[in-house]
T-cell receptor, first 111, second 116 residues
Framework: DQQVKQNSPSLSVQEGRISILNCDYTNSMFDYFLWYKKYPAEGPTFLISISSIKDKNEDGRFTVFLNKSAKHLSLHIVPSQPGDSAVYFCAAKTGGFKTIFGAGTRLFVKA | EAGVAQSPRYKIIEKRQSVAFWCNPISGHATLYWYQQILGQGPKLLIQFQNNGVVDDSQLPKDRFSAERLKGVDSTLKIQPAKLEDSAVYLC??????????????FGSGTQLSVL
């Protein structure tokens, strides 16, 4: 039962352009959403998060949007840089307990 | 601040052998997690400890996997006997507490296990 889905295995973007990574979820009880970034041979690192009571959270070049009615969230990276090339995991939590991860989207930013 | 330490980085074993992984969380972090990440999938929680007590082990294959967290600090995860489908990256993570929704996880670099 995949409660968190990232349907795009990979995404390629030109440097300086916007990267949009998408995530869908099925469990309406999720109250907190996070994005983690993973470089090869390293563990995931926290990038940005959003509470279910908000619809947008911004941190520098990274913005996460939440559409609760559609059970959809997206991560926008503007402008994209080659160093952003990594795997991005969408994750969701319920009431502070288990974190459920999506399968990840591999982002390639071309110079 | 020192991060989450894991060892070994890589391990190659034959099926039916046993293997153990070690994790040292960030100092002061009460909650420790073991995740399994199979190639092409997201991390899947195997077991979660709060101090040295188990909070969630619902997805741990208990017939072959075991884990302990002695004195609420270091943890070991063991597989005995290993199967081919256990080939994965085993990630250890820690967090300061368990109860806060906003609690983010800090991951180690993982152990890449190959079962031949």
């Amino acid at each position: 039962d995949q409660q968190v889905k990232q349907n795009s295995p990979s995404l390629s973007v030109q440097e300086g352009r916007i990267s949009i990574l998408n995530c869908d979820y099925t469990n309406s009880m999720f109250d907190y959403f996070l994005w983690y970034k993973k470089y090869p041979a390293e563990g995931p690192t926290f990038l940005i998060s959003i509470s279910s009571i908000k619809d947008k959270n911004e941190d520098g070049r990274f913005t996460v949007f939440l559409n609760k009615s559609a059970k959809h969230l997206s991560l926008h990276i503007v402008p994209s840089q080659p160093g952003d090339s990594a795997v991005y995991f969408c994750a969701a939590k319920t009431g502070g307990f288990k974190t459920i991860f999506g399968a990840g989207t591999r982002l390639f930013v071309k110079a | 601040e020192a991060g989450v330490a894991q060892s070994p980085r890589y391990k190659i074993i034959e099926k039916r052998q046993s293997v153990a992984f070690w994790c040292n969380p960030i100092s002061g972090h009460a909650t420790l997690y073991w995740y399994q990440q199979i190639l092409g999938q997201g991390p899947k929680l195997l077991i979660q400890f709060q101090n040295n007590g188990v909070v969630d082990d619902s997805q741990l294959p208990k017939d072959r996997f075991s884990a302990e967290r002695l004195k609420g600090v270091d943890s070991t995860l063991k597989i005995q006997p290993a199967k081919l489908e256990d080939s994965a990256v085993y990630l250890c993570a820690s967090s300061f507490t368990q109860g806060a929704s906003r609690e983010k996880l800090f991951f180690g670099s993982g152990t890449q296990l190959s079962v031949l």
